[in-house]
């Protein structure tokens, strides 16, 4: 087997995580989809603000950015949630670029959030200290 054909056999993970006591899957961000979460989310956002008829200011006004901000904050925790559940095959639940998913999602019991990032974090379990850090 190549390098090249090595490294292109890992596509992102699914793992069974339990969320308010039953059990779903989470999905690892592929390369190209962290790519968009990174660089083209402000776009993403303005687009699910026209869905969501919210009035934004024009584009080089200065209220824009913060305007889109506080727009972002109350769909953040939707829309991680939304990017990673997924099915037992890795098919997302929801759309995270979906108004109405997201609002579906908004109304959830919160139990489901703190489950959500418990599971997240025992994936990504923090680093330790180095060596010369610790001593």
Known sequence: M???T???SHKPQITEITLMGENYYLKSLSVGELNRQ???QRQALIVLAQKANIELPEHDSEQFD????KFAQQYQ???AMASRLCDEKGELLFDPE????LNQITELDSQLIADFNQAVAALNPKK???EESSN
């Open 98 to 101: 979906n108004i109405d998913d």
């Open 66 to 69: 913060e305007a889109l901000e």
């Open 2 to 4: 190549s390098f090249r």
């Open 38 to 40: 990174i660089f083209e």
């Open 77 to 79: 925790l939707p829309r």
């Open 128 to 130: 330790l200290a180095s």
């Open 6 to 8: 090595k490294l292109l």
